[in-house]
């Protein structure tokens, strides 16, 4: 596992915070560009390698590109194995190679937002919502997001 950095630390959130917990498609996609695309750009780039390995799969919204195989407008190759998949052919995968599901998916949300960025959590609803997620999955996130956003500081005090 290689984590890559692009860069959203804290103190870009507090600068950014029409960014934080995405209510509709349009800031969900900009996470996706300056998150995904940019860390997979980096790391095709930097590990000079002929393409890259995904899950993206038609039924979840995607676009995989022809028979799974797709070229961004930066070369970047992606092929996805699994395009076509159902659901159902993914749980039984999991299930007949007895695959432990991460954590994520027992987290509230967790088969609808899956991976990413904590603050770039669909479909919560709200800010507060977004919080209380976040809070169930890890608190010290919370709190160290409370030193520099201030909703995050107003959900804490709202637990007292």
């Known amino acids: 596992l290689e984590v890559v950095n692009t860069g959203q630390d804290l103190k870009w959130l507090a600068k950014n915070r029409h960014m934080l917990f995405p209510q509709h498609g349009k800031i ?15 790391y095709f780039e930097e590990n000079e390698i002929d393409m890259l390995l995904v899950g993206r799969r038609i039924k979840d919204g995607n676009d995989p590109g022809k028979g799974g195989m797709n070229v961004n407008k930066h ?8 395009y076509n998949w159902s659901h159902e052919d993914v749980m039984a995968y999991v299930e007949y190679f ?13 088969f609808q937002v899956g991976t990413g960025p ?8 709200s800010i507060q919502k977004g919080w209380e997620e976040v809070y169930s999955i890890n ?17 804490l005090e709202n637990l007292n």
């Open 28 to 42: 969900a996609s900009i996470w996706y560009k300056i998150v995904q695309n940019t860390g997979q750009k980096w």
């Open 98 to 110: 007895n695959i432990k599901l991460p954590p994520l998916y027992k987290w509230a949300n967790g």
């Open 75 to 82: 070369g970047v190759v992606y092929y996805s194995p699994m």
């Open 139 to 155: 608190p010290s996130i919370v709190e160290k997001a409370a030193r520099h956003i201030t909703s995050a500081a107003k959900f």
């Open 118 to 125: 904590w603050a770039a959590r669909e479909h919560t609803g």
